[in-house]
């Protein structure tokens, strides 16, 4: 019995090894279509869905780099590019991965730029300014709305939040300021509640002998707090920046679903997760697989930046 | 001039607190506002074919559900591991893993599962869809109950094997016990959490109009027809969009609001 249980939850625990390989494993062969057919120039290439003629079929990876960036290609009209190419010998459609990429960096660090000084406002306001009576109910509150299901913040986005920045800014109600904004109030609560956690691990101790020294509240936070607990900071933010990455429903309301790279930080875009989002349920054949290998990439910088966190920022704080 | 710098970073961190608090405010004001408004007690008593949203909510619970079926037995006993029987590297590494997977795009996980479910199945149905739900459980659950057996102290395992009791009923009659409140706690969270999701739901279970208990199909989810719905023209489904999203919201609070009404209990002792 005991090396039956034992055994078990070996064999639970493994599941997570066996999962995260699976992931990896599936995503690679998935987009094993595309993979072959693009290579890496995937990551450079600015068209999606785009029909090109060929007069030779064998010059197709030569001609990616040489197309112009302003074939806006409209995502409802992905064809199944397998009847194509057996409809017209001589067309060739073609998928490439920069658009999405350079949308889902840009929106995360439009959000990461927009949240991390208020939460850290917030975080300070927490730990070291709000009395205990009016800092406990607000720690509450905001642990709360980091429970908040990503899609209202992302309808609220879209019907309140996005007009109002339009007015503001001009440009349309749909792009990757507002989609970046949103996303930005999104994570917002949580990047808060860790920074704070992370805060209120400096010993009383340090900051006691640093007030009775005379120095100022601003001063002890500045010196005491944030050296101290520096390095948790960074590794809280860094883990806000891998939830805001692979973000889907905040961000599809808002960021218009087009692909062509934004000119102005108020055009339309598109990120990976929301390529995937709205594309997946139509895609078939190389279309498929080129969203499969767009869930690779980010499946990949995802994993590589929480990793990276986890291991050289946050080690040992359990 | 030291007191005035003082003065202004802590006027502006005072200030941030309350733009932050602002913009959550204004969201749940919005939601209760337009929620409301559309909030109906037939929406519970129609199917969304016909207007309302009972099909939706039954399936989004039936699929959290069946994913906590999955995800918490196979989480617990993987936190077992971990933090009882596990020694040296490989448990380290478990740990890791499943921290690093709590943190994976959720969409990733659904294009998961559609290419080991719904490919080889022929179709989206709600067993795909209660699978990527309890993979996104999975990692919740081992950490939660990691973190609080930790919180167990050596010296009742210890009284545990003196008394001659075997490992495994230490770890099930004394330890588990030991940690009951903090792990239930931790696996409402998780659940608040997975109830909410659309993501992996997208292309696994998809949605469906009608009542259906039938797992092998298109399965109704909340969430997933909330995001349809906000994407239709028609000012009627929008304001269905909001009654639903208002639903979900309240259930989500609710769920969170009963965790820690455990823990609190518990802290009080």
């Known amino acids: 019995m005991e090396k039956i249980f034992r055994n078990l939850s070996l064999a639970s625990a493994s599941l997570v090894f066996i999962i995260l390989i699976g992931i990896f494993i599936t995503l690679f062969s998935a987009s094993k279509g595309a993979i072959d057919e693009f290579g890496l120039g995937f990551i450079t290439n600015p068209n999606w869905n785009k029909e090109i003629s060929l007069s030779n079929p064998d010059a197709q990876m030569d001609i990616n780099l040489d197309m112009s960036d302003d074939s806006a290609s409209d995502d409802m009209m992905l064809e199944d590019t397998i009847l194509f190419d057996e409809d017209t010998k001589k067309t060739f459609t073609e998928y490439g991965g920069l658009v999405p990429i350079v949308g889902t960096l840009l929106t995360t660090l439009i959000a990461l730029a927009f949240a991390l000084p208020i939460a850290m406002g917030i975080a300070v306001f927490l730990a070291e300014i709000a009395p205990k009576n009016i800092s406990a109910p607000i720690s509450v509150a905001i642990e709360l709305l980091a429970a908040i299901p990503s899609i209202i913040f992302g309808m609220w986005g879209l019907y309140y939040f996005a007009p109002i920045i339009a007015d503001l800014v001009g440009g349309y109600q749909v792009s990757l300021l507002s989609a970046g904004l949103v996303l930005g109030v999104m994570i917002l609560p949580f990047m808060a509640a860790i920074t704070r956690d992370s805060m209120n691990t400096t010993p009383n101790v340090l900051k006691e002998s640093a007030y009775a020294m005379g120095a100022t509240k601003f001063e002890v936070i500045k010196d005491i707090i944030f050296p101290y607990s520096k390095v948790g900071i960074i590794g809280s933010v860094i883990l806000a920046l891998g939830r805001a990455l692979g973000e889907t429903m905040a961000v599809a309301f808002l960021i218009g679903s087009v692909f062509t790279l934004p000119s102005k930080i108020t055009d339309p875009t598109i990120s990976i997760p929301v390529a995937m989002a709205n594309n997946f349920g139509e895609a078939s054949g190389l279309g498929e697989s080129a969203l499969f290998y767009l869930a690779l990439i980010l499946f990949v910088i995802s994993f590589a930046i929480i990793s990276f966190a986890k291991l050289y920022f946050l080690r040992g704080t359990k | ?269």
């Open chain 2, 1 to 269: 001039m030291r007191l005035l710098i003082n003065k202004i970073v802590l006027g502006l961190s005072t200030l941030s607190a309350l733009i932050g608090l602002g913009f959550l405010a204004w969201i749940l004001i919005t939601l209760f506002i337009k929620g409301l408004g559309s909030f109906h007690f037939s929406l519970f008593l129609n199917d969304l074919i016909d207007g309302g949203l009972r099909n939706l909510i039954v399936g989004q619970f039936i699929l959290a559900a069946i994913a906590a079926a999955l995800g918490i037995p196979l989480g617990m006993i993987a936190g077992i591991y971990i933090q009882e029987y596990g020694r040296g590297k490989y448990a380290e590494i478990i740990r890791n893993l499943s921290d690093i997977m709590m943190s994976a795009p959720s969409i990733v996980i659904g294009a998961f599962v559609y290419a080991i479910v719904v490919v080889p199945t022929g179709g989206t149905s709600g067993a795909a869809g209660a699978i990527a739900l309890s993979i996104m459980m999975l990692p919740i659950v081992i950490n939660t109950t990691d973190n609080m057996l930790s919180l167990v102290p050596k010296e009742l395992r210890e009284a545990g094997i003196a008394l001659g009791a075997s490992k495994y009923k230490v770890i099930i009659d004394i330890v588990i016990k030991a940690a009951k409140v903090g792990i239930m706690t931790g696996i409402l969270l998780a659940f608040a959490r997975i109830i909410g999701e659309t993501a992996p739901l997208l292309f696994t279970s998809e949605t469906s109009n009608y009542f259906s208990l039938d797992l092998s199909e298109s399965f109704p989810s909340l969430t997933v027809s909330i995001y349809d719905l906000a994407n239709e023209p028609e000012e009627s489904s929008r304001d269905l969009a909001w009654a639903a999203s208002f639903i979900l919201t309240v259930l989500v609070l609710a769920i969170n609001l009963t965790g820690r009404f455990f823990t609190r209990n518990k802290g009080g002792k």
